[in-house]
């Protein structure tokens, strides 16, 4: 008899992950680190595939943090290789199903060879919606905060938008994710329960899932594990359950 197909309850508009664990799945296999990370892109394009099927509607990845440049050059110069591979793979995949490739952070600091096929994936892909992969690169929520506050400050100055219409709305504008929905699940692999400089402002009212799998062993069997955790969850947004 064929396996009943997971179906999604309460449907998920956007779901972020913070990719943890590629190191030491490495290790524990005696490989170097950044077969871990070699590994773990395969994953990504497979998550992004099985959210997209679920009727997901935007997958957020925190790949490189603004912390991460403390790493050994060597694995930062292999892993922006590894991602480089990624994009170059799955542009064709990304175009003909209808992706839009975002990215938050700034990139501007990656090897230039990355950011061009970054770049090039962006303009591609700018105009299709079916789907959001918003990658993390260069991302730290704190900066994010700061760059927004920033650039609020200087369309004040410009009289572009007047002091009294800051609010929770508008300020949204000013950060990387303005054009995307709440994150309703976020999921960090490899047993590590903390945010990491992720998206601070923007997980107020989101689930959260901290799994023990590293990040290359988190395929879709996993996956649906965490997203049948999540339709388990009583969201209140401070409300309350009806009796
Ligand atoms: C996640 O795996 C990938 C990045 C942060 C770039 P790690 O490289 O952090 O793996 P661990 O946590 O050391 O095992
Ligand atoms: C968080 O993972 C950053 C990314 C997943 C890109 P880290 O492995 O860098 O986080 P810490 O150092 O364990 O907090
Ligand atoms: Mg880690």
Redesign the pocket.
């Known amino acids: 008899m064929k396996k009943e197909e997971f179906k999604l309850i309460k449907p998920i508009n956007h779901i972020a992950f913070?990719?943890?664990g590629n190191g030491r799945w490495a290790k524990k296999r005696l490989l170097p680190r950044t077969a871990g990370h070699k590994e773990g892109c395969k994953r990504i394009i497979e998550n992004i595939r099985t959210c997209k099927r679920l009727g997901i509607k935007v997958v957020t990845l925190?790949?490189?943090?603004t912390?991460?440049w403390n790493r050994p050059q060597k694995e930062i110069d292999l892993l922006f290789e590894y991602l480089k591979d990624f994009f170059n793979d799955y542009i064709d995949e990304f175009i003909s199903s209808g992706v839009r490739i975002m990215v938050s952070g700034d990139i501007t600091r990656l090897p230039l060879q990355t950011q061009e096929v970054i770049n090039k994936g962006i303009e591609l892909t700018k105009d299709l919606n079916s789907f959001v992969f918003n990658i993390c690169l260069n991302y730290g929520s704190r900066q994010e905060i700061v760059r927004a506050v920033k650039n609020c400050i200087n369309d004040i100055k410009d009289n572009k938008i007047d002091l009294d219409n800051i609010n929770i709305d508008t300020f949204k504008n000013y950060l990387y994710t303005k054009d995307l929905p709440e994150i309703d699940l976020l999921i960090r692999t490899s047993g590590?329960e903390?945010l990491?400089n992720f998206m601070l402002y923007q997980l107020a009212y989101s689930e959260f899932i901290f799994t023990k799998t590293y990040w290359p062993d988190f395929k879709e069997k996993e996956l649906i594990e965490c997203l049948k955790e999540f339709e388990s969850r009583d969201r209140r947004f401070g409300k309350i359950t009806e009796e």
């Open positions: 913070i990719m943890d925190y790949a490189f943090s912390e991460n590590e903390r990491s």
